[in-house]
């Protein structure tokens, strides 16, 4: 676990900051993940059934911050394609926004899925989410695959992201019983 300062002048002992992925069903992370979300929305994206169903049959990861839940990222496996995992939605509460801790979040999360026999990344984004849209294209190379003008009926365009994740030990990797340098 890493400790993490917010700022350079912190003379506290920093944040304990922890990815974790929920494996299992936890009805006691519903209010607290209902809350991150009407937190950052002003149209709820859950209520306790779709959580409680992600829950149990999508994967929902978290990090933390001395034990208190920061943000949250829900996945869904493709029907599509099986090796394809959707973030659904990634939030962290407000106050810990514009720290980097979103990339130190989705890093996270990415090796984890990686870990998991995750091919590719795929996300909607609305267009107008800069702050998103740079984390997503600068930090990590997703990828502009289409705009959708009118995704959930609201008149607002969403952007699909994509980034392909390399085979571990796949062609460019380096060779895990190589040399040590
Ligand atoms: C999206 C979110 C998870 C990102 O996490 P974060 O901790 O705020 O992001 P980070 O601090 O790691 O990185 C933000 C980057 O975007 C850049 N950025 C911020 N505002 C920007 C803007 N308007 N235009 C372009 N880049 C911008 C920052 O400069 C920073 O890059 P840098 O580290 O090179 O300076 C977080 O802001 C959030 O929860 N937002 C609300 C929910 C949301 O929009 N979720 C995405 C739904 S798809």
């Excluded at 494996?23 to 992370?29: A, K, N, V």
Aim: charged residues 25%.
């Amino acid at each position: 676990m890493e400790r993490y300062y917010l700022t350079r002048t912190t003379t506290s002992d920093g944040y304990a900051l922890e990815v974790q992925e929920v494996d299992r069903h936890d009805p006691l992370l519903i209010p607290i993940l209902n809350e991150l979300d009407l937190l950052t929305y002003s149209e709820g994206t859950f209520s306790r059934y779709t959580l409680g169903a992600l829950l149990r049959y999508g994967r929902i990861f978290t990090i933390t911050a001395d034990n208190l839940v920061i943000g949250a990222c829900h996945c869904l496996r493709s029907f599509e394609d099986p090796n394809e995992v959707v973030i659904f939605n990634m939030a962290l509460r407000p106050g810990w926004r514009g720290h980097g801790l979103g990339t130190r979040f989705l890093q996270g999360v990415i090796d984890r899925l990686r870990n998991r026999d995750t091919r590719r990344i795929s996300l909607l984004v609305a267009a107008q989410n800069h702050r998103a849209i740079a984390v997503y294209r600068t930090k990590f190379a997703f990828q502009h695959v289409a705009t959708y003008p009118n995704e959930y009926n609201t008149g607002q365009e969403y952007f699909l992201m994509r980034l392909e994740l390399p085979t571990l030990g796949g062609e460019g990797d380096p060779d895990p019983d190589g040399p040590v340098s």
